[in-house]
């Protein structure tokens, strides 16, 4: 399946409000992530934010909120997204779709259930295989992981001792642990460029 940019960038958008809050890191990651998809971002980006805002408004309580958000989900995916309109319009494809919603739900370092929710629900409706989803979802954890692993050994400017074994590491091994993880990393962004390109 492929997905309009401006309908990959509304779903973008009803996964930063599923949880009823828009936080400034997640609004960070839409604006990278709309740039860098689509030289026209710029341009209607606000229509798009306000469109979503009208939708969500649309919610008389707590309890439909996430109904609301999926009715505005089912009319960006409703549209024709047909292999001729991708190519004629600049479509995405869904995996890459789902990278970025991945990408945008783990920028503020927590992966909330209602997000999790909203994005299998997002997965069903692209109709992407499940196995393909969860392997997205594990590397971005892993990626995730890595990247906080290599940001704290990054912190550390002087060697330290591990107890026990009394074994000491200084910066030299430091960076040379922090070269494995980053090369680790590359290997799983590659590889799910790979899987983004088939």
């Known amino acids: 399946m492929y997905i309009k940019r401006r309908d990959a960038v509304k779903l973008y958008y009803y996964l930063i409000a599923a949880d009823g809050e828009v936080k400034q890191t997640e609004l960070e990651k839409f604006e990278e992530i709309g740039k860098e998809t689509d030289t026209s971002f710029a341009d ?3 229509e798009v ?17 996430f109904e609301i958000i999926k009715e505005g989900i089912d009319e960006a995916l409703g549209r024709d997204n047909s292999l001729m309109s991708a190519f004629r319009f600049g479509g995405m494809g869904a995996p890459l779709v789902l990278w970025n919603l991945l990408s945008i739900a783990m920028s503020d ?63 030299s091994e430091i960076g040379k642990i922090v070269k494995e993880f980053t090369q680790r990393r590359d290997v ?11």
């Not at 934010?49 to 909120?65: L, P, T, V």
């Open 44 to 46: 209607y980006k606000n």
């Open 49 to 65: 934010i306000e469109e979503c805002n009208r939708q969500i408004e649309k919610a008389i309580d707590e309890d439909e909120y």
């Open 109 to 171: 370092k927590e992966y909330a259930p209602v997000e999790q929710k909203l994005i299998r629900y997002m997965v069903r409706k692209m109709e992407i295989d499940k196995d393909i989803y969860i392997e997205m979802e594990n590397a971005i954890k892993t990626i995730q992981a890595i990247e906080h692993t290599i940001a704290l050994l990054s912190n550390r400017d002087k060697g330290f001792v591990i107890k026990g074994n009394h074994l000491e590491i200084y910066s």
């Open 188 to 198: 799983i962004f590659s590889s799910m460029k790979e899987m983004i390109e088939d």
